[in-house]
């Protein structure tokens, strides 16, 4: 136990550290929108407001598109503050304006096959799956770099 304590301290210095304090803030960001949406979806279906089944798909199905989201920001190594720091480029353009076209059209798309609080139930689960893939990404990207750059082992 006190093995992985001082594992997940290291990790966290190393985060202080060598990881840009924007890009710190935007990820506890996404961990607490993630977190409280996926609170709300669990409150969603104890109500009975959407089942489990179209819940575990709008969550899959946005997780998906939120990794591929994930693309927009290229995460690099600064040589002057030798900090992980993240910026968008042409093809994260590109995935920017889908992510708003899909974001803006949920609703219009998934009104076909659900209507009023299920609707409601599944937007909120389907952007908390985008969420969690773009953190995912994000994460998995900074991971890479600190990689990279032999700040982490």
Known sequence: MKKSIKKIQHRRNISREHVD???????????V??????????????????TP??????LCAGTIIGLVAGRMFKMSWDEETEKV????????VIFLVLYIAIEIGR????????HGA?????????????LLGRLLTM???????????????
Do not use: C, H
């Open 139 to 153: 994460m998995k990207n900074i991971k890479k770099v600190l990689i990279q750059e032999e700040k982490l082992i």
């Open 85 to 92: 720091v993240s910026r968008l480029d042409r093809i994260g």
């Open 53 to 58: 089944l179209p819940s575990l798909l709008g």
């Open 107 to 114: 609703k219009w798309v998934f009104g076909y096959w659900m």
């Open 118 to 130: 299920k609707l409601n139930a599944f937007g909120l689960i389907f952007l908390g799956g985008l």
């Open 21 to 31: 304090k924007k890009l710190r803030r935007r990820i506890t960001m996404f961990i």
């Open 33 to 50: 929108i993630v977190s409280s949406i996926l609170s709300v979806a669990v409150y969603n279906i104890a109500m009975n407001k959407i």
